[in-house]
């Protein structure tokens, strides 16, 4: 067969001939630089191709390909270098922090009697934005899970952006690289009440501050709390992992990581290896290979494809994802034996220094679970299992007088909860803007509902989202994921295996490892982390780099994008396709062995056995509830049901907005402000004072349902009043949008009750009875 030729008569690309010729001497890598970067020149001769071939082809498709290709590696490596050179610098600071907003100092955990390297900040609102000192302050928690603080902040939307937008004063807990010597996970968690109470001596008169939590910060944020609730209000946490071994087969693999590794006694000889110190790179390490796809192939390639244009957003994550931080051998152990391998904190089994119990259940502020499906890190059967670890039922939720509200994303990953904007501008952006409604919300579980506004409310001056608290039970939240008995028997199985190697660690191995560890031997493995080099060997420190100038300057000064059509274009794309498959199989594959390889060594019975675990041993169950806290409902309850016919005004208008919510087991946000105006303008009452009212005609309505509904009548003997309140029950759930049936029902019911005439758009539907809002939930 002869040579290919295309229809212009030049040899075609595709010609196997035109590709192994004589060899030729190999030219100079400038001369190459030269004609890749630049296309007035020819292409150099190359050893395997005819001297004729590619100076053919200056402006086909494969030489246009070769050029684009040639350039984008240039920059892709230039953008590394940039990288390294980011991260060098930021991480020879003390306290470095990637937060976009100007802050200031005002409190530093080092003058405290236990140090941390712990300090609470002020945002310092941007030109523009102006705050209201009388409006609740937001305290936002970055975690301190291998990098440092900021992501909290690190866009305009984001956590701190939108409470600075609704005039919130702000203020963020950062932290530095190094902790202090001889720092105890408990001095942090101890130490940062300290925080919260210099927030409240800055704001004496407004309503305690809304609490943010990210990630690992956010079972430290709650931690907090329990010791001192009197400091909080709501408290929200996102993609926090506090029930840590539960999740569903065929996901979740990162849990079973502790049982494959024989327990803890790894983290304590890394501490060892490092002189006492763990480096935070390892944890980052442990996340980035839950999505190997992503992490060696999907990450980088995607910015190279756009090199012209992805840049800067490629550099501005990676200013955080490589801030690297170390914590004490002691933190990170206690961590790891405590909350995942212990998994004690929402079994009410770990204790502060001072030996009171951490009770989850010790919070009286609502509790805002923000979580998504597509996390894998902390997905929502970690993020919500502590609720079924606490509670029997949302009845249980009720008598503890405790709000929890749940708001699912749908798709999102782990560290998209903190740092996308989407996620700021909808979910961060409501839960900012109602954390007062959520504060009054009647005792029980809830969800949050966002949902786009229509394009009428939009324009009429209404906000961009919908929000509706709807009644949940403890079954949705099963639904999303639970271990069963075996399950848990098989990590109850790892905790107790742990004891026994840690124990033999430390008696057999520590103390060779600790006098073996020298300065300089942990230096080495600090600096040749894998991780770390990663980012060392494309900055300028490493010479080679700096070499890499003038091939830069000529491919920004020649640079030619590739269109889109070019096939060779096409097949890179699909060959990336190919190889991001191959990673996600292989991902796959390890993920189902690993879980295979748990549960068939944990789950056996004889080892079970051998760690002592009997067949019939209950592995969980419910905390107590004592004696003293028994009288105290019982007297609580027979002091609501003595109070069905006593109040007034506020007291009915109160009771009578939480009969007609009952008709449809859910709150609309805008009902919910035109109960707020109420509470402005009619009632005059604090947050506290209403926030407690409510609290209080929602346990008469639950237990004495109909005599209270029946005794509105009694609390506002006046016409006009009665009046007034219906007129304003009704405005309230019009705001929602139209009425349903039963809401029309309930609202009719009211009026006939007291005796007012009836608003004309319920007139027509029969009177039926109703639930409470809350009990129909079960």
Same mark, same amino acid.
């Given at each position: 067969?002869?040579?290919?030729?295309?229809?212009?008569?030049? =040899?075609?690309?595709?010609?196997?001939?035109?590709?192994?010729?004589?060899?030729?001497?190999?030219?100079?890598?400038?001369?190459?630089?030269?004609?890749?970067?630049?296309?007035?020149?020819?292409?150099?001769?190359?050893?395997?191709?005819?001297?004729?071939?590619?100076?053919?082809?200056?402006?086909?498709?494969?030489?246009?390909?070769?050029?684009?290709?040639?350039?984008?590696?240039?920059?892709?490596?230039?953008?590394?270098?940039?990288?390294?050179?980011?991260?060098?610098?930021?991480?020879?600071?003390?306290?470095?922090?990637?937060?976009?907003?100007? @802050?200031?100092?005002?409190?530093?955990?080092?003058?405290?009697?236990? #140090?941390?390297?712990?300090?609470?900040?002020?945002?310092?609102?941007?030109?523009?934005?102006?705050?209201? #000192?009388?409006?609740?302050?937001?305290?936002?928690?970055?975690?301190?899970?291998?990098?440092?603080?900021?992501?909290?902040?690190?866009?305009?939307?984001?956590?701190?952006?939108?409470?600075?937008?609704?005039?919130?004063?702000?203020?963020?807990?950062?932290?530095?690289?190094?902790?202090?010597?001889?720092?105890?996970?408990?001095?942090?968690?101890?130490?940062?009440?300290?925080?919260?109470?210099?927030?409240? @001596?800055?704001? =004496?008169?407004?309503?305690?501050?809304?609490?943010?939590?990210?990630?690992?910060?956010?079972?430290?944020?709650?931690?907090?709390?329990?010791?001192?609730?009197?400091?909080?209000?709501?408290?929200?946490?996102?993609?926090?992992?506090?029930?840590?071994?539960?999740?569903? @087969?065929?996901?979740?693999?990162?849990?079973?990581?502790?049982?494959?590794?024989?327990?803890?006694?790894?983290?304590?000889?890394?501490?060892?290896?490092?002189?006492?110190?763990?480096?935070?790179?390892?944890?980052?390490?442990?996340?980035?290979?839950?999505?190997?796809?992503?992490?060696?192939?999907?990450?980088?390639?995607?910015?190279?494809?756009?090199?012209?244009?992805?840049?800067?957003?490629?550099?501005?994550?990676?200013?955080?994802?490589?801030?690297?931080?170390?914590?004490?051998?002691?933190?990170?152990?206690?961590?790891?034996?405590?909350?995942?391998?212990?998994?004690?904190?929402?079994?009410?089994?770990?204790?502060?220094?001072?030996?009171?119990?951490?009770?989850?259940?010790?919070?009286?502020? =609502?509790?805002?679970?923000?979580?998504?499906?597509?996390?894998?890190?902390?997905?929502?059967?970690?993020?919500?299992?502590?609720?079924?670890?606490?509670?029997?039922?949302?009845?249980?939720?009720?008598?503890?007088?405790?709000?929890?509200?749940?708001?699912?994303?749908?798709?999102?990953?782990?560290?998209?909860?903190?740092?996308?904007?989407?996620?700021?501008?909808?979910?961060?952006?409501?839960?900012?803007?109602?954390?007062?409604?959520?504060?009054?919300?009647?005792?029980?579980?809830?969800?949050?509902?966002?949902?786009?506004?229509?394009?009428?409310?939009?324009?009429?001056?209404?906000?961009?989202?919908?929000?509706?608290?709807?009644?949940?039970?403890?079954?949705?939240?099963?639904?999303?994921?639970?271990?069963?008995?075996?399950?848990?028997?098989?990590?109850?199985?790892?905790?107790?295996?742990?004891?026994?190697?840690?124990?033999?660690?430390?008696?057999?191995?520590?103390?060779?490892?600790?006098?073996?560890?020298?300065?300089?031997?942990?230096?080495?493995?600090?600096?040749?982390?894998?991780?770390?080099?990663?980012?060392?060997?494309?900055?300028?420190?490493?010479?080679?780099?700096?070499?890499?100038?003038?091939?830069?300057?000529?491919?920004?000064?020649?640079?030619?994008?590739?269109?889109?059509?070019? #096939?060779?274009?096409?097949?890179?794309?699909?060959?990336?396709?190919?190889?991001?498959?191959?990673?996600?199989?292989?991902?796959?594959?390890?993920?189902?062995?690993?879980?295979?390889?748990?549960?068939?060594?944990?789950?056996?019975?004889?080892?079970?056995?051998?760690?002592?675990?009997?067949?019939?041993?209950?592995?969980?169950?419910?905390?107590?509830?004592?004696?003293?806290?028994?009288?105290?409902?019982?007297?609580?309850?027979?002091?609501?049901?003595?109070?069905?016919?006593?109040?007034?005004?506020?007291?009915?208008?109160?009771?009578?907005?939480?009969?007609?919510?009952?008709?449809?087991?859910?709150?609309?946000?805008?009902?919910?402000?035109?109960?707020?105006?109420?509470?402005?303008?009619?009632?005059?009452?604090?947050?506290?004072?209403?926030?407690?009212?409510?609290?209080?005609?929602?346990?008469?309505?639950?237990?004495?349902?109909?005599?209270?509904?029946?005794?509105?009548?009694?609390?506002? #003997?006046?016409?006009?009043?009665?009046?007034?309140?219906?007129?304003?029950?009704?405005?309230?759930?019009?705001?929602?949008?139209?009425?349903?049936?039963?809401?029309?029902?309930?609202?009719?019911?009211?009026?006939?009750?007291?005796?007012?005439?009836?608003?004309?758009?319920?007139?027509?539907?029969?009177?039926?009875?109703?639930?409470?809002?809350?009990?129909?939930?079960?």
């Amino acid at each position: 067969m002869g040579a290919q030729t295309t229809t212009s008569g030049t =040899p075609s690309p595709f010609d196997p001939a035109a590709w192994f010729p004589t060899a030729k001497a190999l030219p100079s890598f400038k001369s190459f630089v030269e004609a890749w970067t630049n296309p007035g020149k020819a292409l150099p001769a190359l050893p395997f191709a005819r001297t004729t071939a590619l100076p053919h082809l200056p402006g086909g498709p494969f030489a246009d390909y070769l050029q684009d290709s040639w350039q984008r590696s240039i920059l892709f490596a230039d953008l590394m270098r940039q990288r390294g050179n980011q991260q060098e610098e930021i991480t020879s600071r003390p306290t470095a922090t990637v937060l976009s907003f100007d @802050h200031e100092v005002i409190a530093s955990g080092h003058a405290l009697p236990r #140090p941390i390297n712990y300090s609470l900040t002020r945002i310092i609102p941007p030109p523009g934005v102006e705050v209201d #000192p009388t409006r609740r302050p937001v305290v936002v928690v970055d975690p301190r899970a291998g990098q440092g603080p900021g992501i909290g902040g690190f866009k305009t939307e984001s956590e701190i952006g939108e409470a600075l937008a609704n005039g919130h004063p702000v203020y963020f807990i950062a932290f530095s690289a190094e902790p202090e010597p001889g720092q105890t996970f408990l001095d942090v968690v101890e130490g940062q009440v300290a925080f919260f109470e210099t927030v409240a @001596h800055l704001h =004496p008169d407004v309503p305690p501050p809304f609490a943010i939590g990210n990630c690992q910060a956010g079972y430290q944020t709650l931690m907090v709390a329990m010791l001192r609730p009197d400091l909080f209000g709501p408290c929200m946490v996102a993609g926090s992992p506090i029930s840590y071994w539960q999740g569903e @087969h065929g996901k979740n693999p990162m849990r079973y990581a502790g049982g494959l590794l024989g327990g803890s006694w790894l983290t304590a000889l890394t501490s060892d290896l490092g002189k006492g110190k763990f480096d935070g790179t390892w944890l980052i390490l442990n996340f980035d290979s839950l999505n190997p796809a992503n992490w060696l192939w999907g990450k980088q390639y995607d910015v190279y494809a756009a090199i012209d244009t992805e840049g800067p957003r490629y550099l501005s994550f990676e200013k955080w994802w490589g801030d690297f931080i170390t914590l004490n051998g002691d933190e990170i152990q206690f961590l790891v034996d405590e909350m995942f391998i212990g998994d004690k904190l929402s079994r009410n089994a770990l204790r502060a220094s001072d030996g009171s119990v951490f009770d989850l259940r010790n919070i009286d502020s =609502p509790v805002i679970v923000f979580t998504s499906l597509g996390d894998n890190i902390s997905p929502p059967p970690q993020t919500l299992g502590w609720i079924l670890d606490l509670y029997k039922d949302v009845n249980d939720i009720r008598a503890e007088g405790r709000t929890i509200v749940y708001c699912m994303n749908q798709k999102v990953g782990h560290l998209a909860i903190f740092v996308s904007a989407k996620v700021g501008a909808k979910e961060d952006a409501e839960m900012v803007r109602l954390m007062d409604l959520i504060d009054c919300l009647p005792p029980g579980l809830y969800e949050l509902v966002i949902s786009p506004a229509s394009a009428e409310e939009i324009a009429a001056g209404g906000h961009v989202w919908q929000s509706r608290f709807e009644a949940r039970s403890l079954e949705d939240i099963r639904a999303y994921g639970r271990n069963s008995t075996e399950d848990d028997r098989a990590f109850e199985a790892v905790r107790r295996l742990s004891q026994i190697n840690l124990a033999l660690y430390r008696t057999l191995l520590q103390p060779a490892v600790r006098a073996l560890a020298t300065p300089q031997m942990s230096d080495f493995l600090f600096n040749a982390n894998p991780l770390r080099l990663s980012y060392r060997l494309f900055a300028d420190s490493n010479p080679i780099m700096k070499s890499l100038a003038p091939a830069v300057e000529q491919a920004k000064a020649n640079r030619r994008p590739l269109e889109d059509d070019n #096939p060779f274009r096409a097949a890179e794309k699909r060959a990336s396709e190919q190889i991001v498959t191959a990673l996600d199989s292989w991902r796959d594959l390890r993920d189902r062995w690993v879980e295979a390889t748990f549960f068939a060594f944990y789950g056996s019975p004889v080892v079970q056995a051998a760690l002592g675990i009997g067949a019939d041993e209950k592995i969980r169950d419910y905390p107590a509830v004592s004696p003293e806290k028994k009288a105290f409902r019982e007297r609580k309850i027979a002091e609501f049901r003595s109070q069905v016919a006593v109040g007034g005004f506020n007291e009915a208008l109160v009771r009578a907005a939480l009969f007609v919510m009952s008709a449809e087991q859910a709150l609309d946000d805008r009902s919910a402000w035109v109960l707020n105006e109420a509470r402005e303008d009619l009632m005059q009452m604090p947050i506290a004072a209403f926030k407690e009212l409510v609290r209080h005609q929602f346990y008469i309505l639950l237990l004495e349902y109909d005599a209270a509904v029946k005794a509105i009548p009694q609390l506002v #003997p006046h016409p006009s009043d009665r009046t007034i309140l219906v007129d304003k029950i009704h405005a309230m759930s019009l705001a929602a949008g139209p009425l349903s049936t039963a809401e029309r029902q309930h609202i009719r019911a009211l009026a006939e009750l007291l005796q007012v005439p009836v608003p004309p758009d319920v007139a027509s539907v029969p009177v039926a009875g109703g639930p409470v809002l809350v009990s129909a939930a079960e």
